[in-house]
């Protein structure tokens, strides 16, 4: 489900606009409904740490990026790390380890022209970005937002919604 519509009540005359699920190039909305006061809003994400300049180039190595890429770059190195460093503990695969261990080489000489406290200040303020986002779906009545599709009537509580998408983003 994707785009801005109506939610109204078939039992009652509550109505209100909801943005459901729209992205943006560098952010995205999404509707959500307190599932203690049913209040409807819409919580908004930026991740500055992931914005891209429009020349970026996914397949280009730090070497080749503008500084201002960089942090888009490394987080992909470190999620590479990661991912490899799990594989070459899988039980059975031993032969596609020689594979692995030459794209952990590859993340590791790459993200070696960036100083430790630079990587360590980054997964910081990933940690704090995600933990604002976060913080969005608690809504001020002390109930959490759900981004689920509209679960009952703010006004009435009757499950009987109904959702009108008015265009598709
Ligand atoms: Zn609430
Ligand atoms: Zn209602």
């Given at each position: 489900m994707g785009g801005v519509g109506t939610v109204s009540c078939l039992d009652c005359d509550f109505a209100q606009e909801v943005t459901s699920f729209t992205h943006g190039g560098r952010s995205s909305n999404t509707g959500v409904q307190c599932q203690a006061c049913g209040q409807f809003t819409s919580i908004f994400y930026t991740r500055p740490t992931l914005n891209v300049s429009d020349?970026?180039?996914?397949?280009?190595t730090l070497s080749e990026l503008v500084t201002e890429d960089w942090p888009v770059r490394i987080g992909k190195l470190l999620g590479h790390l990661d991912f490899y460093q799990e594989m070459?503990?899988?039980?059975?695969r031993a032969g596609e380890r020689s594979g692995w261990l030459a794209k952990i080489d590859e993340a590791r000489r790459e993200l070696s022209a960036v100083p430790t406290e630079q990587i360590q200040a980054l997964e910081l303020k990933h940690q704090a970005e995600k933990a604002a986002d976060d913080a969005q779906?608690?809504?001020?009545?002390g109930g959490r937002r759900v981004?689920?599709?509209?679960?009952?009537?703010?006004?009435?509580?009757?499950?009987?919604l109904q959702y009108k998408v008015r265009y598709m983003t």
């Open positions: 020349g970026y180039d996914h397949n280009k070459m503990n899988e039980p059975g779906y608690d809504c001020e009545c981004n689920k599709k509209p679960l009952f009537c703010p006004s009435c509580r009757s499950i009987k």
